[in-house]
């Protein structure tokens, strides 16, 4: 049996706000399995990772965002058994800035899409380099 490697490329953000002295960020929940994550999703036809990354949080959260800065990349590998293919992803983050838009017009991709403080982030976050990621963003926020 023939076992294929194949790369792929996402890109992410994370949205961050202050209130009163807190940050914020927005996480997606899909209630099925209690994920909990940063929004992120793949490229479409020729964008760059940074239009890739607006567009998804756009899609995933329904707030129309900007980029502030990069934060930086996670990697990591899955195998899909029925293809005997192993997927070896790259996501890239940047830190990002809502001007506008709503979490009520989220797309049908999560349940639920939410403001959390960070620190109760941190706890409720399903993955551990997303976690990583936050903890970046949050120095750069705070800096």
């Given at each position: 049996?023939?076992?294929?490697?194949?790369?792929?490329?996402?890109?992410?953000?994370?949205?961050?706000?202050?209130i009163n002295g807190d940050?914020?960020?927005?996480?997606?929940?899909?209630?099925?399995?209690?994920?909990?994550?940063?929004?992120?999703?793949?490229?479409?036809?020729?964008?760059?990772?940074?239009?890739?990354?607006?567009?998804?949080?756009?899609?995933?959260?329904?707030?129309?965002?900007?980029?502030?800065?990069?934060?930086?990349?996670?990697?990591?590998?899955?195998?899909?058994?029925?293809?005997?293919?192993?997927?070896?992803?790259?996501?890239?983050?940047?830190?990002?800035?809502?001007?506008?838009?709503?979490?009520?017009?989220?797309?049908?991709?999560?349940?639920?899409?939410?403001?959390?403080?960070?620190?109760?982030?941190?706890?409720?976050?399903?993955?551990?380099?997303?976690?990583?990621?936050?903890?970046?963003?949050?120095?750069?926020?705070?800096?």
């Open positions: 049996m023939v076992e294929y490697n194949i790369k792929a490329i996402s890109a992410g953000g994370v949205i961050t706000r202050i940050v914020e960020t927005v996480l997606c929940n899909r209630k099925d399995n209690g994920l909990w994550c940063l929004p992120k999703g793949t490229p479409e036809n020729d964008e760059t990772i940074s239009q890739t990354a607006i567009r998804e949080v756009n899609e995933e959260t329904g707030l129309k965002v900007i980029i502030k800065y990069p934060i930086g990349a996670v990697h990591y590998s899955f195998y899909h058994e029925t293809d005997n293919t192993t997927i070896n992803k790259t996501v890239h983050y940047f830190l990002m800035e809502a001007i506008g838009g709503n979490l009520n017009d989220h797309d049908h991709e999560f349940d639920e899409v939410h403001w959390v403080e960070f620190s109760l982030a941190l706890q409720i976050m399903t993955y551990p380099n997303e976690i990583q990621i936050l903890k970046k963003a949050y120095k750069k926020v705070t800096s």
